[in-house]
């Protein structure tokens, strides 16, 4: 891929206002999600992207090409920004990485809590062989 490009849509999903980044980069096409919560104004967007982009979690790299912006007519381009204003959402293409982004997240949960109930086990273990050996020494 011999470029990168990326896009922020922001869109309701009641109750909240919610914004989704793709990317499209060497490694292939990745999405992250953020909630606002009241209806963000443009100003506080832009101030928000540039203080905040680098901490986005982005999901990992998936198969993917640049779409290839063409040059068009400027009255087909408005006609085509006022459509995409009126209704569009994320591509599905974002929530399948999304999703794919939340599902290897649950999966290390899952490893983890898993541990931790390995080593609370093992933590109980051993206090009850302590207390089995100061019973039997008579403390």
Not at 33 to 61: N, Q
Not at 88 to 101: K, V
């Amino acid at each position: 891929m011999d470029r990168n490009a990326s896009s922020f849509t922001v869109l309701f999903q009641p109750p909240f206002w919610v914004g989704v980044a793709e990317r499209w980069d060497a490694t292939g096409y990745s999405a992250a999600r953020v909630v606002f919560g009241p209806e963000p104004t443009d100003p506080w967007l832009y101030e928000w992207l540039l203080r905040e982009w680098h901490r986005l979690r982005f999901s990992p790299a998936a198969e993917g090409t640049c779409p290839v912006k063409a040059c068009k007519n400027p009255k087909r381009a408005q006609r085509e920004a006022r459509a995409a204003i009126q209704g569009a959402g994320p591509s599905t293409r974002a929530q399948e990485a999304l999703s794919r982004q939340r599902e290897q997240e649950g999966r290390l949960r899952q490893v983890q809590s898993r541990q931790a109930e390995q080593a609370a086990a093992e933590r109980k273990y051993l206090l009850h062989q302590q207390k089995k050996r100061e019973k039997k020494r008579g403390r």
